[in-house]
DNA sequence: AACGCAACGAAATAATATTGCGTCGGTTGC
DNA sequence: GCAACCGACGCAATATTATTTCGTTGCGTT
């Protein structure tokens, strides 16, 4: 199931990246080979599972949610079981637009969104009422300073 | 500039957030309208830039880059001129995916990858040695947990 | 009640996606 | 070496989709 990727493929994905809705002919232009093959490449791809799908961004501010912050969480047991059963509470509160668990001394990194200040301390309270929470740290997110796509293509290629 | 959103607008924006390459043909047959109106919507959405563009999402393990990590970066100066000159350096990193200027002991969250952790390492030390960083801590990612879409339609929307 | 605005949808056209197929290296096996 | 084979390419044909045009409808205003 390991796939080879060669120049063309890379420049495929770093393009996706940046227009996700770039037309087949404008990226088989952009890459330097015809459409047909490039559209087998994205397609094989996608079936490989490295284009995991596409997705509109939005601008949130526009849309009503003023405020973005991290929450940090401390769990009190960090058993297995217990690292699962939050995950799922996580799942379940749509304020929570990512999630990591991390190694450390913090136990999950949530980035929230909120339409206001208000709604955020509401929802951190629902946080600290949750079982096996220790406690919950905030931080506001003054600006966002970079948002880049997931792949540096630009330097340093792992597997070039 | 302000546009009213109706219901039928809400639909296109979670529809595309969840596959940003639907076909307008699909797109319209899910939101209950004919494909001209739709996607005269999709297209004001775009012009007003609450959309702000498509993204392909790719699988970064399978790219060669096994490890995702936060940095914490406090700052000795948080003077403005200080400020903008640190984000001037993050745009110039590649391995920062993503970076938030924060209120709270941390200035800078950065999110970043990389294809190892000797790579990362190297990177910190980078980091450490820019102009006017007191410190970098750092926390490894041992799982994402969650990545929705920016913004949460099912439940509690703000300008509903 | 008539006007005007804004948005819709059907139909026509333009562009794009997708399939089928013949061709061209590059490699393998003899 | 040489011929069969494999994989990928690109052209051409077809299917699907995007986009424009235009007449109509619903609704708020005068």
């Known amino acids: 199931m390991t796939v080879r990727l060669d ?8 393009e996706l990246q940046r227009d996700g809705r770039m037309t087949n002919v404008e990226l088989s232009r952009r890459v330097g080979i015809s459409a047909p093959p490039c559209l087998r490449r994205v397609r094989a791809l996608e079936e490989e599972g490295i284009i995991e799908g596409y997705r509109a961004l939005l601008d949130e501010k526009r849309l009503g949610y003023d405020l973005m912050a991290f929450a940090m969480v401390h769990l009190i047991s960090q058993a297995e079981v217990d690292l699962d059963a939050f995950q799922e509470r996580i799942a379940g509160w749509p304020l929570v637009r990512s999630a990591w668990m991390l190694s450390g001394d913090v136990d ?34 003054l600006k966002q300073s970079k948002d880049a796509p997931i792949v540096p293509l630009e330097a340093g290629l792992p597997k070039a």
Do not use: G, S, Y
């Open 7 to 14: 120049a063309v493929d890379w420049k495929i994905l770093d």
């Open 108 to 141: 999950f990194l949530m980035l929230c969104v909120a339409p206001d200040l208000r709604t955020f301390q509401t929802f951190v309270l629902d946080i600290t009422a949750a079982p096996n929470v220790r406690n919950v740290k905030t931080a506001l997110t």
